[in-house]
C-alpha cells in the first residue's frame, strides 16, 4: 500500500478536489490508497475498543433526498464513533423541499455544521451545493455516481484479496447507473481491470467512460464493455451487480426485469468466474432477479463485509475531510 498522502488545501475556496468528496475521479490514485489506509486503521481502533475522537465536537448534517438504510446509519454511528454528531435532515421536513434554492441552504448550513453528507438525484444538485458551501460536501449518492459505496467496496476487496494487481472485476446488470460509475471510476484508481457486461442502451455514460478510458490508457488498466454477460464474466475475481431498477426509476421497474433477465448473477454464470471469485453488492438486493439466493447467500459473498466496511471507508472520508 502506498504512503498516506496529507491533504493539501483546506482553504475553503471551494474547489471540489480539495475539500469536498462527489466522486472518485477527482482524487488520485494515492489518495485513494491512502483513504483506504486510513480506513483500515480506523477500522482496527474500533474493533479493539479504542477510542478515536479525531472529529470531537465536529457536526455533520445529513440530507435525503432518498431513502437509505445503510448510508444514514454508518455515516451517523462514524460520526459518533469519531467523538462528533449527526443531523439527520429529510428533504421532505426542510425547507428545500417546499423550494428553498440549493445556493441558499448550502450557506446557511454552512454556518451551523462542519460537513454535509447529501443523497439526491441529479449530481449537479450536489455539485451546485459544494460550489455555495464553505464546508465539505460527501456524496451519500446520486443517479450517477455513489463513491461512498464504491470506497468501501475497494477496502472489502482488499481484505479478501489482499491487493488489487491482477485482478479482474466484473459488474453485470444496468451500466448506466451510480454504481457502475463509480466502479469504473474506482477501479482503474486502484490498478484493476473491469468488464461491463450490460444489455444494449444500458452502457455507462459516454462522458464517464471516455474520461475512465483516458486514465485507464495511463495506468495500464484493461477496461472493457459489453453485452454478453459470459464473455465479461470470464476469469473474474470479483463479481459485483447491483439493482436492475434504481431509485428514481420505478416506472420502467416491469421493462427492466425483462432487459435484464440474461444478465442475473447466477450459479451457471459464476462458473465462468475464477474457482475462488468473490461477490458483492451494495445492497439492497432482490433475491432471484438480479441474484440468486445461492449466490449472495452462498460460499463466494461477502456482501455484509462490504455493508460494514462503508463505516469505516467513510469515517476515513469524514476525518480527511473535517478533522482540524
Ligand atoms: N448501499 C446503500 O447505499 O444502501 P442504502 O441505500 O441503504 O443507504
Ligand atoms: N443503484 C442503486 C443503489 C442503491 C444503494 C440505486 O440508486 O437505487
Redesign the pocket.
Known amino acids: 500500500m502506498q504512503n498516506v498522502l496529507k491533504w493539501e488545501t483546506k482553504d475553503k475556496t471551494n474547489k471540489v478536489h480539495d475539500q469536498h468528496f462527489l466522486t472518485l475521479s477527482s482524487f488520485s490514485s494515492n489518495e485513494i490508497f491512502s483513504l483506504l489506509e486510513e480506513a483500515q486503521k480506523l477500522k482496527k481502533l474500533q474493533k479493539k475498543g479504542i477510542p478515536h475522537p479525531y472529529l470531537q465536537g465536529k457536526v455533520l448534517g445529513m440530507i435525503f433526498d432518498k431513502a437509505s438504510t445503510r448510508t444514514r446509519v454508518s455515516f451517523e454511528v462514524g460520526m459518533l464513533q469519531l467523538g462528533g454528531h449527526a443531523i439527520f435532515l429529510s428533504s421532505r421536513d426542510i425547507q428545500i423541499g417546499r423550494g428553498e434554492s440549493i445556493q441558499d441552504t448550502a450557506k446557511v448550513l454552512s454556518r451551523y455544521v462542519d460537513g454535509i453528507m447529501i443523497r439526491t438525484f441529479e449530481h449537479q444538485s450536489i455539485e451546485e451545493f459544494a460550489e455555495h458551501s464553505t464546508v465539505p460536501i460527501i456524496n451519500g449518492?446520486t443517479d450517477s455516481h455513489?463513491p461512498a459505496?464504491v470506497l468501501a467496496d475497494l477496502l472489502t476487496i482488499l481484505e479478501h484479496k489482499g491487493s488489487f494487481k491482477g485482478l479482474k472485476l466484473c459488474y453485470l446488470g444496468d451500466g448506466n447507473?451510480?454504481?457502475c460509475h463509480s466502479l469504473l471510476e474506482g477501479a482503474v484508481k486502484v490498478g484493476m481491470d473491469i468488464s461491463i457486461a450490460t444489455p444494449k442502451g444500458y452502457e455507462p455514460n459516454e462522458i464517464i467512460l471516455e474520461n475512465v478510458l483516458k486514465e485507464a490508457k495511463v495506468t495500464g488498466v484493461n477496461v472493457e464493455c459489453g453485452t454478453d454477460p459470459q464473455k465479461m464474466i470470464a476469469g473474474a475475481d470479483v463479481v459485483v451487480t447491483?439493482?436492475w431498477t434504481?431509485?428514481g426509476q420505478e416506472d420502467e421497474a416491469a421493462k427492466r426485469l425483462e432487459v435484464f433477465a440474461s444478465y442475473q448473477v447466477n450459479d451457471g454464470l459464476c462458473q465462468l468466474a475464477k474457482d475462488d471469485f468473490i461477490f458483492l453488492h451494495?445492497l439492497p438486493a432482490h433475491r432471484e432477479e438480479e441474484v440468486t439466493a445461492t449466490i449472495i447467500d452462498g460460499p463466494h459473498s461477502v456482501v455484509f463485509d462490504e455493508a460494514e466496511n462503508r463505516l469505516h471507508a467513510q469515517k476515513a472520508i469524514l476525518k480527511l475531510l473535517m478533522e482540524s
Open positions: 449518492l455513489h459505496q447507473n451510480n454504481m447491483d439493482v434504481s431509485m451494495c
